[in-house]
C-alpha cells in the first residue's frame, strides 16, 4: 500500500472511530478530515486543528509513537480543544 493511500486509510478509521466536526486533523499532502464530537466547523479557519506529517502520522495510528510523545516533541501541533486524539489511538 502507498503512503498516500495508508494515510487516507487511517483518516478514514479516525473519522469511523471519533465521528464528529470539533477537530480538523490534517496530514500534508496526503488527507483533511474532520472528526471528534462536538461544535461543527464549516467555514473559516478550524477552532481546534491537529497537522503532522505521514510518518508521524502513521506511527502515532499504528502505536509505535505515543500521541503525548508526539505532541511534545513538535511533531504533532494541537491547537484548540479536543486536540488530544490518544483515546481514539492506536487504530
Same mark, same amino acid.
Given at each position: 500500500?502507498?503512503?498516500?493511500?495508508?494515510?487516507?486509510d487511517?483518516l478514514? +478509521?479516525?473519522?469511523?472511530?471519533? %465521528?464528529?466536526?470539533s =477537530?480538523e486533523?490534517?496530514?500534508?499532502?496526503?488527507? @483533511? #478530515?474532520?472528526?471528534v464530537?462536538g461544535? +461543527?466547523h464549516t467555514?473559516?479557519? %478550524?477552532r481546534?486543528? =491537529?497537522?503532522?506529517?505521514p510518518e508521524?502520522?502513521? @506511527? #502515532?495510528?499504528?502505536?509505535?509513537v505515543?500521541?503525548?510523545?508526539?505532541?511534545a516533541?513538535?511533531?504533532?501541533?494541537a491547537s484548540?480543544?479536543?486536540?488530544?486524539l490518544?483515546?481514539?489511538?492506536?487504530?
Amino acid at each position: 500500500m502507498s503512503l498516500k493511500q495508508e494515510v487516507r486509510d487511517t483518516l478514514a +478509521r479516525l473519522q469511523a472511530k471519533a %465521528p464528529g466536526h470539533s =477537530v480538523e486533523v490534517r496530514v500534508p499532502p496526503y488527507g @483533511a #478530515v474532520q472528526a471528534v464530537e462536538g461544535g +461543527r466547523h464549516t467555514r473559516g479557519t %478550524p477552532r481546534a486543528v =491537529v497537522e503532522t506529517d505521514p510518518e508521524t502520522w502513521l @506511527a #502515532v495510528a499504528r502505536g509505535e509513537v505515543a500521541w503525548a510523545d508526539a505532541v511534545a516533541d513538535g511533531r504533532i501541533r494541537a491547537s484548540g480543544e479536543r486536540t488530544d486524539l490518544s483515546p481514539y489511538l492506536p487504530l
